[in-house]
């Protein structure tokens, strides 16, 4: 077994979205490609910093980065200079952050090694 995450793709979204709606996913997909489309065209506008705002899912921003002319290859060691660009940022809205911070221990998912929650090596977890 594969240590990667699910991948959900555009045809999982288009099957969420149809049993939502309760129609046939063949209605569902062209208005999720639309939409996606859409959102993908407004970042991609941005002239040159854009923030999509879409209530109670979370905020999708296009931000400008700083020069880096010091950086290094790892590789080689060598300086390299990184021009400013711009990147995209999401910061989810309240109700996906309150789930997302649930402890994984209360939702019986396995602990990453090395976290500070993980159970001691004798079995037993961590003081409170």
Known sequence: MSDRPETLTKKDVARKVAQLMDEPIYKSEPWVS???TALGDLLIEADPER???L????VFEVKKTKAKPKARNPKTNEPVFIPSRRKTH???????????KTPLREL???????????PDS???????
């Open 51 to 53: 923030r999509v705002e």
């Open 108 to 118: 019986d998912y396995d602990i990453p090694e090395g976290s500070a929650d993980a």
């Open 34 to 36: 639309a939409v996606l």
């Open 90 to 100: 999401f910061r989810p809205g309240k109700r996906i952050q309150e789930v997302l």
């Open 122 to 128: 004798d079995g037993s977890s961590p003081s409170s």
């Open 55 to 58: 209530r109670d899912f979370g």
